[in-house]
């Protein structure tokens, strides 16, 4: 059964960074696309950023250049790491996967097929 664990979610103030992770275990799959979405309250999930073996990455406008995603294959832990956090990142953070390729954005912002439970990520002004 594969399961996904987000940790290291809590409250910073805003300029701060927090460093995100998401143990995988149980995946059967040689192939995985990885990402981080994020969601609050009343409005729709957003896609964050997927990786994939292979190391390609692709962002969302929305993160670029303050949040950097990375795998650790051994460990099977993928990391998101925030930097320059505003108010505006408040949110439920939730990590997931998907056997097929990430793709273009158009595709895996809709989502992917494992989720973990999230971490909640509150930045205060």
């Known amino acids: 059964q594969v399961s996904l664990a987000e940790s290291g979610g809590g409250s910073v103030q805003a300029g701060g960074s927090l460093r995100l992770s998401c143990a995988v275990s149980?995946?059967?799959?040689?192939?995985?696309?990885m990402g981080w979405f994020r969601q609050t309250p009343g409005n729709e999930r957003e896609g964050l950023v997927v990786?994939?073996?292979?190391?390609?990455?692709d962002y969302a406008d929305s993160v670029k250049g303050r949040f950097t995603i990375s795998l650790d294959k051994g460990k099977n832990i993928a990391y998101l790491e925030m930097n320059n956090l505003t108010p505006e990142d408040t949110a439920m953070y939730y990590c997931?996967?998907?056997?097929?390729?990430?793709?273009?954005?158009?595709?895996?912002?809709?989502?992917?097929?494992?989720w973990g439970q999230g971490t909640q990520v509150t930045v205060s002004s």
């Open positions: 990786i994939d073996l292979d190391g390609r990455k």
């Open positions: 997931a996967a998907d056997s097929m390729a990430c793709g273009e954005y158009g595709r895996w912002s809709r989502g992917l097929y494992y």
């Open positions: 149980g995946y059967p799959y040689n192939s995985i696309c």
